[in-house]
Nanobody, 121 residues
Framework: QVQLVESGGGLVQAGGSLRLSCTAS????????MGWYRQAPGQTRELVAT???????NYAGSVKGRFTISRDNAKNTVYLQMNSLTPEDTAVYYC???????????????WGQGTQVTVSS
């Protein structure tokens, strides 16, 4: 199985910064895509940013220019640097990975347990 462990959430004032990390471990052959999603109370889960093995990146419009996603393929780790945070960024942030378990098993989608980000005004 594959486990995703997130860290780096917390409470920050508006205008501040946080950096999230997520490391995948387990029976992994390769990780095609790693990404971050978020879910605010009463809202559906939404895309924040994704990054492929080749480094192709996709951002939600609401975070473009403020958030930066990166990954360390050797460590199966993805990062999300969040700057200029606003109260509207308050949500549980989830790490997601699209994984091949062997060269012909997958891809499968895995999620982390989520980490709370709270931005105070």
């Amino acid at each position: 199985q594959v486990q995703l462990v997130e860290s780096g959430g917390g409470l920050v004032q508006a205008g501040g910064s946080l950096r999230l990390s997520c490391t995948a471990s387990g029976n992994i052959f390769s990780i095609n895509v790693m990404g971050w999603y978020r879910q605010a109370p009463g809202q559906t889960r939404e895309l924040v940013a994704t990054i492929t093995t080749a480094g192709n990146i996709n951002y939600a419009g609401s975070v473009k220019g403020r958030f930066t996603i990166s990954r360390d393929n050797a460590k199966n780790t993805v990062y999300l640097q969040m700057n200029s945070l606003t109260p509207e960024d308050t949500a549980v942030y989830y790490c997601q990975s699209i994984v091949l378990l062997t060269f012909n098993r997958g891809p499968y989608q895995y999620w982390g347990q989520g980490t709370q980000v709270t931005v105070s005004s």
